[in-house]
């Protein structure tokens, strides 16, 4: 008989009024995209202070949106590298491959579980020409210090912010260092709207092929429109494709979701912030527990939104599938920081990308950590009492 969870890593993720907007747009049968994706964009590039936002229908779009732009517009070329950690999740990766570009793994840092500084220039060569940093659970390396090493050499920096949206570093939200940023509206993430995600940018021009590549290469509703129907007069100017596509449109409905949700966004961050402070504190205020359980702290120049509560297994406890199968048991769902270490999976060595190629970080971080999840709606004693005597019976 499969365990009830009642600690998943995320509750259900909308309220009434999110229902009811959405609800709203199918009545209006005003499905595919309009008037409120529009203002849902401007209002998230106007919080974030970028200049550009192009809602999608995933996170995964966006990665996949900025490293085509990318390469179009930086005119990268075939096998040209692209520096990623080895804790990411799989479209991170897969777009730098589709792209045509080479993924170049790099070691993570055991404070944070970000990309390790000293590997990045490590693997910095002529070839490399971005790197695609992977924001962790609402967190962040030292950003300024990889500008610092980026702009000396006219590397790109890409932001998977995913994970991080509401984060700041030196109060600057993640997300805005990068020529490109992504994030994600899925239903465990800071935000909401069932599927749903944002690319962002600070240049006009790749703001116009974003939206082209968007929608099937399409000119229509780009500043190409007029110059390229004046060059192809013979075609009808509603229908001209002057770019490769895709169909990555959101909908009106994800849209009006998501909009919802986004301005809670403030008090969401600072109702799981307080949850966060208030089971971290629990666990480490029980005498057996703080003996077997450490947490990372972010940055001190990090104002993290946090995604989650990741743990750490400390040096005395080794068997950690035992301690994940104790802790769903009880009722606590679990997951790997992000997907673990992205170099071991099937599909890297079935692509042939970690072959020979060790990252004894990473592995630590694996084989010593995981995370749950971090409740939206505040948290009373009976609450943390209850998970509190689960984690207790977990270390066992």
């Known amino acids: 008989m499969k365990t009830k969870i009642y600690y998943p890593l995320l509750e259900n993720a909308f309220d009434k009024k999110d229902i009811e907007?959405?609800?709203?747009?199918?009545?209006?049968?005003?499905?595919?995209?309009?008037?409120?994706?529009?203002?849902?964009?401007?209002?998230?590039?106007?919080?974030?202070?970028?200049?550009?936002?192009?809602?999608?229908?995933s996170g995964s779009s966006a990665n996949l949106l900025s490293l085509f732009v990318a390469k179009y517009s930086y005119k990268f070329k075939s096998g040209d590298e692209i520096i990623i950690p080895t804790i990411c999740w799989s479209t991170s990766l897969w777009p730098i491959i589709q792209a045509g570009l080479k993924p170049v793994f790099v070691d993570v840092n055991l404070k944070d579980f970000n990309a390790s500084l000293e590997e990045i220039n490590l693997k910095i060569n002529k070839k490399t020409k971005a790197i695609l940093l992977v924001h962790?659970?609402?967190?962040?390396?030292?950003?300024?210090?990889?500008?610092?090493?980026?702009?000396?050499?006219?590397?790109?920096?890409?932001?998977?912010?995913?994970?991080?949206?509401?984060?700041?570093?030196?109060?600057?939200?993640?997300?805005?260092?990068?020529?490109?940023?992504?994030?994600?509206?899925?239903?465990?993430?800071?935000?909401?709207?069932?599927?749903?995600?944002?690319?962002?940018?600070?240049?006009?021009?790749?703001?116009?092929?974003?939206?082209?590549l968007r929608s099937h290469g399409w000119s229509r509703g780009t500043s190409f429109e007029n110059k390229i129907y004046k060059n192809n007069q013979s075609l009808d100017k509603r229908f001209i494709f002057f770019n490769s596509g895709y169909n990555l449109r959101p909908t009106e409905v994800s849209a009006a979701i998501g909009y919802n949700q986004f301005k809670k966004l403030d008090k969401l961050i600072k109702t799981r912030l307080t949850?966060?402070?208030?089971?971290?504190?629990?666990?480490?205020?029980?005498?057996?527990?703080?003996?077997?359980?450490?947490?990372?702290?972010?940055?001190?120049?990090?104002?993290?939104?946090?995604?989650?509560?990741?743990?750490?297994?400390?040096?005395?406890?080794?068997?950690?599938?035992?301690?994940?199968?104790?802790?769903?048991?009880?009722?606590?769902?679990?997951?790997?920081?992000?997907?673990?270490?992205?170099?071991?999976?099937?599909a890297c060595i079935k692509y042939g990308l970690s072959v020979n190629k060790k990252f004894p970080k990473t592995d630590?971080?694996?084989?010593?950590?995981?995370?749950?999840?971090?409740?939206?709606?505040?948290?009373?004693?009976?609450?943390?009492?209850?998970?509190?005597?689960?984690f207790e019976k977990s270390f066992k």
């Open 21 to 57: 907007l959405g609800v709203k747009v199918i009545k209006s049968k005003q499905l595919t995209m309009s008037k409120i994706t529009r203002n849902f964009e401007k209002t998230f590039s106007k919080y974030l202070g970028v200049k550009y936002a192009v809602m999608v229908n």
């Open 275 to 346: 949850n966060r402070n208030k089971i971290i504190n629990s666990i480490l205020n029980n005498q057996s527990l703080k003996l077997k359980i450490g947490f990372f702290r972010e940055n001190k120049n990090v104002k993290a939104s946090w995604f989650g509560i990741p743990i750490k297994l400390l040096k005395n406890i080794r068997n950690k599938r035992k301690i994940i199968n104790n802790l769903e048991r009880n009722g606590i769902e679990t997951r790997p920081i992000i997907s673990g270490n992205f170099a071991k999976q099937p």
């Open 136 to 212: 962790v659970l609402g967190t962040s390396l030292k950003i300024d210090n990889l500008l610092k090493i980026t702009k000396s050499k006219n590397i790109l920096i890409i932001e998977d912010s995913c994970e991080s949206l509401g984060s700041k570093y030196k109060n600057k939200y993640l997300g805005t260092f990068g020529e490109f940023s992504s994030f994600s509206f899925y239903s465990s993430h800071q935000i909401s709207s069932g599927e749903g995600g944002m690319i962002c940018c600070k240049n006009n021009e790749d703001y116009n092929i974003i939206k082209s």
């Open 364 to 390: 630590i971080v694996y084989n010593k950590s995981f995370f749950i999840g971090l409740p939206t709606k505040k948290i009373g004693d009976k609450f943390l009492n209850k998970l509190i005597f689960a």
